[in-house]
Structure formats: C-alpha cells, structure tokens
C-alpha cells in the first residue's frame, strides 16, 4: 500500500525529467524527498518532490479494507533564483529580474503539472497507467524571499494524486522477473527505469522482501470421513483414523493462466 | 591595496597556524551520472574523479556548546539537547587547492574522525571556516 507511493515519487521524477522543457531548465535536478538543507550556492531551479498527506478510504463501506481508494498528496517545491550579472542569464538559462523569475516558475509549474497529468512521454505514460488512476485537485501556492540577499521564489505545487491499488494477492498470481517480490505497481515502475538510484531502491526493497517467500497456492489437501446420520452418535477422530474410515481427497487450483 | 590591518592578518595568518593547526584530509565526492548524462541528484556520493584527495592544514573548533530545551527549574540532566555548534576548521585560503563542495569527507588526521561538508563561509581576511557533520 505505501510502496504505491515509492512508485509514485520513483516514476513522477521520471516524467518530468522526460519533459524537454523541465530537462533543460532544471537539468536533472529534481530531489526524491531531499531532508538536507540547500547551500544557497547550489545550482538553482531545483525541485523538490515529496509524498505528504496520504489517506486511503476503503471501497466497501461494510467489509472495510483492503481494497482503499488511496489517494496521496505529491507536492512538488519549484524553487529559482534571480541573477544580476549582466549576461548571466543568457548563458545560465536562469533570469534577471523579479516578473522572469515569477513568469519562469510558471512555466516549470506549467510544465509539471502537464507531464505528470497529460505528458506525451512514455514516462508519463506509464505514470498515467500503472500508478495513477486521475489527479482530483491541484494547488500552488507561492514563497519568496531576498532575505539571504538574493531573490528566490519558490511554488509549491500541491497535487492530489488518487493510486491505483495495488492489487490483491491472488492465488494464482505467481511474479516473475527480477522485481517479482514488489507489489504493484511499485513492480511495473521498477522494471521501467534506467540504471541508476531509482533502481537500486526498488532492488534493495526487492531483496528486503524475498525474506518471505511467495508460495503459489496450487491447492488443497482434504481429509473427511463419513458419519452415520444420527444425532447421538457423536464423532470419534482416533476410531475413524484407526479404522481406516477417512478418505483423502485433492482440490487443485486451475491454473486460468495457461 | 589591502589596508594595513588586512596586510597584518593576512601575514598572522601563517602564524596561526603553526601554532594552533593540525592536519586534515579532505576528499572530494560526487554524485554519479544518469544513463540520460544528468547528475544524478538523488544517489549517493562516489569519490570524484575531478576533485582529488589532498592533505591541508586548519585549526579544529568544536566548541561543544548545547541547547537545551527546558522550562524553568530544570535542569540540563532532565532534557536532551536540542542545538549543538558544529564542528568546523578554520583554514587559510592558500591551504585549499579549491572551495569544498556539500558532501566532501574531511578526516581529521590525529583521531581519524571522519566528517562531511555541511558549509563553507569565507570570513574575514583571507581565511574561511569548513562546517562540518560528524559520520557516525
């Protein structure tokens, strides 16, 4: 249930680095849940994705769940900062003054917003399709400051996202691949991204779980003993066994998959 | 031209640390590359190809003070800290071959201590302090 959100932070950081226009402005770097503090000379914009708010109301108001509707906060920090130098800006792609920076965090907004809802790239693709089901609600709000003597603006961009539940353990559901112990869709993302960090995440999370092995249910095995049809007789386990009265029976799962 | 007080500290400097200094090394770290030609932000550090390791001179501070966090009639014993001054090292300009980048490892030669960069801040008259986080 929460590695739908591993799933989530893992693909959305790979739809908007597929976005050409957030590529090239923000070169990469875009932070999976960054803890650390920002030196102000770090190479700005940056963005910072993090899953916050999470709730997961149950499908079936009488059984309860699992299944939920999970639905998940993914906000995503857009920050940037203005340069004086004369030129700079050309040769930085950053900008110079007060309405550039604001119209250019629009823009990234603008951008972010598209990929991780209608982008056009396989990434956003998969993202639309194995892990998100629709985007209900959007916010951004704005932060500036000049307080460390230069101007920064920053937008944070609040979507709520609705997941895709992982599914249902089913009997006959027997993963393979080398993601086959992550649930879905943590399995589908993982096997979708390149070499590097996001990977080696989902292969440490594979690891930590082939702990539990998953054993395919193929069937059962039952012992039953027939009784004579009357109330004062009551069952005798040790006497049916010693008489030989049981009779074992088989019931195979069909394997629907073949 | 540097004033005449720039001039003396710059030339005390030298002097500071051949009486209070002791040995560092630091060694430069960064992040790899993605298949796409991007730095990829969100691994870990590898040794840097381009900023080598190299032995420098500077003067350890910790001053170990802590912040408690209490109401009144408390003592220290009954709460944790809350704010510790970092450690750092005060070094002169010349004895860094270039600005320490967030991340680097810095060993303390005497103890073999290790820590990473949190901060550089150049401060007055050619010297500048290395902020440091312990590794634990």
């Known amino acids: 249930m929460s590695l739908a959100r591993t799933a989530l932070r893992l693909q959305a950081i790979e739809a908007l ?28 914009p940056v963005m910072v994705l993090t899953t916050e708010e999470d709730e997961a109301e149950a499908w079936s108001k009488n059984n309860g769940g699992a299944p939920f509707n999970h639905v998940c906060d993914l906000v995503i920090e857009i920050a940037m900062n203005a340069v004086s130098g004369q030129g700079d800006e050309m040769a930085l792609n950053y900008v ?34 194995a892990v998100t089901r629709r985007v209900p609600k959007m916010k951004s709000s704005r932060f500036a400051t000049d307080q460390t003597g230069e101007k920064l603006a920053i937008r944070l961009l609040t979507l709520r996202v609705e997941l895709k539940g992982e599914d249902q353990r089913d009997v006959r559901d027997v993963p393979a691949g080398p993601f086959a112990q992550l649930p879905e869709p943590l399995r589908t993302v993982a096997a979708g991204l390149p070499e590097g960090s996001g990977r080696q995440t989902c ?3 594979n690891a930590a779980l082939s702990a539990e092995p998953r054993i395919p249910f193929l069937g059962a095995d039952i012992t039953h003993a027939p009784q004579p049809f009357d109330p004062d007789i009551a069952p005798d386990r040790a006497h049916d066994i010693a008489t030989g009265a049981t009779v074992g029976d088989r019931v195979a799962i069909p394997d629907w998959s073949a | 031209m540097p004033s005449l007080f720039a001039a003396l500290a710059s030339a005390a400097s030298a002097t500071v640390d051949a009486v209070f200094a002791e040995g560092f090394t630091i ?11 991007r730095v990829d932000v969100n691994a870990g550090t590898v040794p840097s190809t381009i900023r080598v390791s190299y032995p420098f001179q500077g003067v350890w501070i910790a001053a170990g003070a802590v912040l408690h ?37 810095v060993r303390r030669d005497d103890t073999g201590e290790r820590f990473t960069v949190t901060r550089f801040k150049a401060v007055d008259f050619g ?4 902020m440091l986080a312990e590794i634990r």
């Open chain 1, 96 to 129: 110079g003054t007060d309405r550039e920076l604001e119209a250019m965090l629009d823009l990234l907004e603008e951008r972010a917003v598209e990929a991780i809802t209608a982008g056009e790239t396989p990434q956003a693709y998969l993202l639309r399709t």
């Open chain 2, 69 to 105: 966090a209490h109401g009144r009639a408390m003592t220290d014993s009954t709460t944790r800290g809350v704010v510790a001054e970092q450690p750092m090292v005060d070094v002169d300009l010349h004895s860094l071959l270039e600005r320490p980048h967030l991340g680097d490892i």
């Open chain 2, 127 to 130: 010297r500048a302090l290395v």
């Open chain 1, 203 to 205: 292969v440490k999370l």
């Open chain 2, 27 to 37: 060694e430069g770290r960064a992040r790899p590359a993605t298949t796409a030609g």
């Open chain 1, 17 to 44: 680095n597929a976005d050409p226009v957030v590529d090239f402005f923000v070169q990469g770097r875009i932070y999976d849940s960054r803890i650390a503090d920002f030196d102000h000379r770090e190479p700005v």
